[in-house]
């Protein structure tokens, strides 16, 4: 491949195999930190309904309570890559963590969404430091032959905070108060200091400098589109405000594209996308994205707003779905050698979709919870299939020297699906029902988790393009 990353080797060469710290070290050291990062995607909604009431949000902060961390969280993944390549991947990785823990503090103090949401942003920022950076450390410390069960470990652990995350949140709001929903991680981030900086090495890729044209474009442009579509329910699609944020947000990002094909060191290499498993892989991790976690943030709320339950509850109807991941995850790492990404990834987007529909076709105001477990738990291990292959494949179609800005690319597009995903199925939400009734739940329920089976469908068949168990490197 001839890409501008692929010219420079490590600046650091690999330590012996007797110099390497133990695996379960280095999955420490790097799966603490990024469980805290993935818990707070989640953490949040279940507690959703309680911090609307306690700080009076509206739809839309609440909307904005989960796309201030996301937004900037995809907006910088891939700035934090190219700096950890640069400045060094550990450093880089033990500020996000340090930043993280203080705007967590920060969450916890807030008194009004405004403060909430600033400080979830600043969340965010920190967070991309740490997600990317955990897997690119984590590749460089275990040899070849150990990376694919390492990263369907790395994946579990990724898992453990999807499962956890509706059920801590809930716990704590419901037992204590939801502002300990950011306190305890406080200390989880100062021991995560302390343990990556006693386990991890140094090392860099071969960033040579830095791309600030690229940056602000693509991090005004991914934050004016999904702007102009979190706007459109309350204030319409046609108004002024909502097509200046889609348009020009579009148009930003089309100038990015434009400026990356000839910028001498670009923030996203786009020869990255010359390799067809690398594109593929992406797509479909956009794809699904948007259409689960659009689903999941509305159906976090459902045992609450038409049930009646209180977040612990909520949180641990939850578990079958969210559970699973943790448990297959590893296991689709391990076999991933042997089947191939594409078996996986078909198969785990297939029950998604087919989980997303069952719940649409099912969900009534009275629905017995023990309906919901079979398709809770499909969708849990469709989960878990995909979430190990995605990141094997975007690590395995490129060169050792582009793990950092592919891992940061694959997590951009991952996490601006989920933006993008809350955005649109909320949207579709708020167009058909509401929050006065549980009726008017259910109404707009519905058809927005129905659209986010048809995008996780539309991903299954694009998976069928992945490399097979051959095409892995």
Avoid: K
Wanted: contains cysteine; charged residues 10%; glycine residues 12%.
């Amino acid at each position: 491949m001839a890409l501008s990353l692929a010219q420079e080797p490590e600046t650091r060469p690999t330590p012996p195999r007797s110099a390497r710290p133990g695996l379960a070290a280095v999955l420490a050291a790097v799966g603490i930190p990024m469980f805290m990062v993935t818990l707070d995607n989640l953490v949040v909604t279940t507690a959703l309904p309680v911090i609307r009431v306690e700080l009076d949000a509206s739809l839309t902060d609440l909307q904005w309570f989960v796309n201030a961390y996301t937004l900037p969280f995809a907006a910088l993944l891939l700035t934090a890559a190219t700096l950890g390549d640069r400045l060094g991947r550990r450093r880089v990785f033990l500020a996000g963590i340090a930043v993280f823990s203080a705007a967590s503090a920060a969450c916890a103090l807030a008194t009004e969404p405004w403060m909430l949401i600033a400080a979830r942003a600043v969340q965010g920022s920190a967070g991309a430091a740490v997600m990317p950076l955990s897997l690119t450390l984590l590749a460089a410390a275990v040899p070849p032959q150990m990376r694919n069960a390492a990263i369907g470990i790395w994946s579990g652990i990724s898992g453990l905070g999807v499962a956890v995350g509706p059920v801590v949140g809930g716990a704590v709001a419901d037992g204590l108060d939801w502002n300990w929903i950011f306190w305890m991680n406080v200390p989880i981030g100062v021991i995560a200091l302390a343990l990556a900086c006693f386990v991890l090495s140094e090392s860099r890729g071969g960033a040579g400098r830095l791309d600030p044209l690229g940056l602000a474009l693509c991090s005004s442009g991914v934050l004016l589109a999904v702007w102009g579509v979190v706007e459109g329910p309350e204030h319409g699609w046609t108004s002024t405000r909502s097509l200046v944020g889609i348009g020009l947000g579009l148009f930003l990002l089309a100038l990015f594209v434009a400026w990356e094909r000839r910028a001498t060191a670009p923030i996203l290499p786009l020869g990255l996308f010359r390799s067809l498993g690398f594109s593929v892989v992406n797509a479909v991790a956009f794809l699904f994205s948007v259409g689960v976690f659009g689903s999941v943030f509305l159906l976090a709320q459902y045992f609450q707003v038409v049930q009646g339950l209180s977040p612990l509850e909520a949180g641990v109807r939850t578990l079958p779905w969210t559970m699973a991941p943790m448990v297959v995850a590893p296991l689709a790492g391990l076999v991933i050698g042997r089947l191939g990404p594409r078996v996986l990834v078909v198969s785990g987007q297939a029950m998604l979709a087919a989980a997303l529909a069952w719940i649409a076709s099912i969900t009534t105001v009275d629905l017995a919870y023990i309906d919901l477990v079979a398709p809770f738990v499909l969708a849990g291990v469709g989960m878990g299939l995909t979430f190990a292959p995605v990141s094997t494949v975007a690590l395995g179609s490129v060169e050792p020297t582009q793990h950092g800005v592919a891992s940061g690319a694959n997590n951009t597009i991952r996490e601006l699906g989920v933006a993008v995903g809350v955005a649109v199925l909320a949207s579709i939400f708020a167009s058909q029902g509401g929050y006065t009734s549980g009726q008017e739940f259910i109404d707009g329920l519905i058809p927005a988790v129905g659209v986010g089976a048809v995008i996780v469908a539309v991903g299954t068949f694009l998976a069928l393009l992945l490399p097979g168990r051959r095409g892995l490197r």
